[in-house]
């Protein structure tokens, strides 16, 4: 799709759109109407931008995102993980963590959105993950054999959606950074 056409700041403005509608209607009562009428364009705009209300979702999620595995490279693991939980602002993690909760319901029933989220968010992160492990196992710091290598991503995420189920408060910057130093790295055998 021409995302060219789009300033940055438009497209920012748009994303921003999207998310303040997300928390007000949720997912399902998001219409691209919606969106063309908060953000006066039209439709035709939005569809040339992207295909649907799941690409245009997932997009406006990842122009939000106040952490990103992709740009991380310290010179040791233990480092990438410090500056990855230092990123992390705990009122957008708060805001994200909600938002993202409503989406895991609307994902079941939408083939669309998980693929969206899968490709436009959740699929970059992973592979800035594996990048940043596999920089600590050419480094040495991780063995290339260590069972847990296949299951950080889901140690990761699994600390952001658990901790509001289990102590009902957000994942925030020194909650991610007690997890890291307690459970990523020791399986990690750093």
């Known amino acids: ?6 300033t940055p700041e438009r497209e920012a403005e748009l994303c921003a759109a999207v998310l303040d509608l997300l928390r007000e209607v949720g ?3 998001l219409t691209m109407d919606a969106v063309a009428a908060r953000t006066r364009s039209s439709k035709a705009t939005l569809y040339r931008q992207w295909q649907g ?7 406006a ?4 995102k106040p952490v990103s595995t992709a740009d ?8 990438d993980f410090a500056e990855l939980a230092r990123r992390a602002d705990d009122g957008q993690l708060a805001k994200d963590a909600a938002l993202m ?10 083939p669309d959105l998980h693929r969206a989220l899968r490709e436009v968010l959740l699929d970059p992160e992973v592979t800035g993950l594996e ?10 710091e991780i063995a290339a054999d260590c069972p847990a290598l296949p299951f950080a991503a889901h140690m990761l995420i699994g600390a952001l959606v658990t901790r509001q189920l289990i102590e ?3 994942a925030d910057a020194a909650f991610l950074s007690a997890y890291v130093d307690a459970v990523v790295l020791p399986a990690l055998g750093v």
């Open 168 to 170: 009902d408060r957000s």
């Open 72 to 79: 991380i490279d310290t010179g040791s693991v233990r480092g």
């Open 61 to 64: 999620l990842r122009h939000s």
């Open 131 to 140: 990048a940043m492990l596999q920089r600590g196992i050419d480094r040495g």
């Open 53 to 59: 209300k799941p690409e245009l979702v997932a997009t």
């Open 1 to 6: 799709m021409g995302r060219s056409r789009l």
């Open 101 to 110: 909760r409503g989406l895991g319901q609307a994902v079941h029933g939408n």
């Open 27 to 29: 997912y399902d009562a």
